[in-house]
Structure formats: structure tokens, C-alpha cells
């Protein structure tokens, strides 16, 4: 059984404040994009037990055993011990440490993947909290719609968003961005919290108003630190507006910038061997 996992893009991102978890609040909005990995789930037949994994196209860092798609296996395993042993390959386009929630969407679509080749009846509630104990991202791809995302990102309401009349660009520099330090440096330039000036619209008031004020409005709080960091991943950001974006910015922690164009740009424009690029409709 085959399955595409897509990638997201964030819409704004917002850090509200720390909580007493280690965690932050934060406010999103979660947009899928048909740029895709491969999934494949087939059951072993020579007695083995668990779940064994092999992967091909990009390099996935760390052990397999820490593989998201693993975990995904065996959470579901604690609960439903008539799950039968299984062989999964993964081939990766999605680059890791991008912002595009590839990992995430992996777990997410092997928790669907089983659910339905074993057809273990999981509603969606029961999906949305095993995906929730696997990364704040993956419940998103259980729903895989627009949301408007609070809580860690878990929390998710569906929008009535349609970007399809748009071309959107997503360059990635090949730099790996670590979420972790990404908070991290964010915390040492505030005083732990964000303080919501009542005159600036909320992300959901924003993302109600035509997408060409989306520049003076939306923003990823991500940017400032990680500009600061890898000037270049800002330079990508500018360039992408020269080139006539609508609305251009990083998605999540970095590093992978999106534009957002009228449907007939020249794809040719975005031709460069340094970045990796792809055009999605």
C-alpha cells in the first residue's frame, strides 16, 4: 500500500509565550502543498516481528530507530496487539530541518496508512491524539486542510483558504535550522511572552483580507532570529519579492522560503544550482 505524504507551509507564525511545560503557544495557519514523499507499507510474511524500515532519496539524519514513522508503528502497536509485523519504505524529497513538516506528515500518514490497511477503526479524534504525542506538527496531516493552529500547534480549526489560482515557489538553501535553537534565540531578544497589540488584526482577520496586504501584515516571529543568523536564507526572502511575489516568507523555523505569484510567472526565473526549488500550483 502507497502512500504521498505532502508537505505544509505556515501563513504567519506568531510565539505567544513559554508555558510551565517547556512548550510555547503559538498561532499558525497550517497550508498543504502537493510537494510529496513516498510511503510504502507492506506486511513481512517470514515471521518477523516489529517493523522494519529502509528509506531512499534524501538523507534522513539520526538513527532509524528515531525514525518518526517507526514511532508511529509502535504507538500504535501498544494499543493494538494484533498488529502484524511490517516492512515500510520511505523515499524523501521533503528536506529535513526545512520547515516544511516532512517528518511530521510521514508519522501522521503511517498512522492513517495503518489504520487503514489493518482497518483498526481509529476515528479521527483517537488519529488527532496519537498524532499529538508524535510531534505538534503531525496532527495537521491527519486533517491535512488549511487550519488555523494554536496550543503547540495542535489545536486546529479548519479555514476556508484556497491558493490554487497561485503559483507558490519554495526555495530551501540547504541549511538544517534546529527548532530547538530557533525558540532558544528567540526567548534571549524578549521577555518571554508576545504582547498582542490591540490594533494589529489577529491571523485569522488577516488571512481574511486579499492576499496583497498580506506584506505589511503577516509575519513568521521566526525570521528575525534566523535572518540574524544566515543572512542569505534573508536575501532569498527579497530576491522572491524583485521577482514580483505577492507575498513572500519563511515557513516555520527555516530554513525553506515560499513566494506566492500570479499563476503565469516564468518558472525559468527561479533557475539557480545553489538553492533547491520547486514550483507548486
Sequence with gaps: MLVFPNCKINLGLQILHKRTDGFHDLETVFYPLAFRDALELIPNTNNETGVTFTGTGLAVEGKTEDNLCIKAYQLLKKDFSELPSVSMHLHKAIPMGAGLGGGSAAAAFTLKLLNDKFKLNISTPQLLNYAKQLGSDCPFFIIN???????????????????????????????????????????????????????????????????????????????????MAHPEIKSIKENLYKLGAIYAAMSGSGSTVFGIFSNDIDPNLFRNDNYFIKSVN
Design 145 to 227: 486542510k488549511p487550519c488555523f493552529a494554536t496550543g503547540r500547534g495542535e489545536i486546529l480549526e479548519e479555514l476556508v483558504l484556497d491558493l490554487s489560482h497561485y503559483k507558490i515557489v519554495l526555495i530551501n538553501p540547504g541549511i538544517h535550522i534546529n527548532t530547538g535553537w530557533a525558540f532558544t534565540e528567540l526567548a534571549k531578544g524578549s521577555n518571554g511572552s508576545r504582547l498582542l497589540d490591540p490594533y494589529i488584526p489577529s491571523l485569522k482577520t488577516i488571512m481574511q483580507q486579499p492576499i496583497d496586504t498580506w506584506k505589511s501584515q503577516l509575519t513568521n516571529d521566526f525570521e528575525t532570529v534566523v535572518f
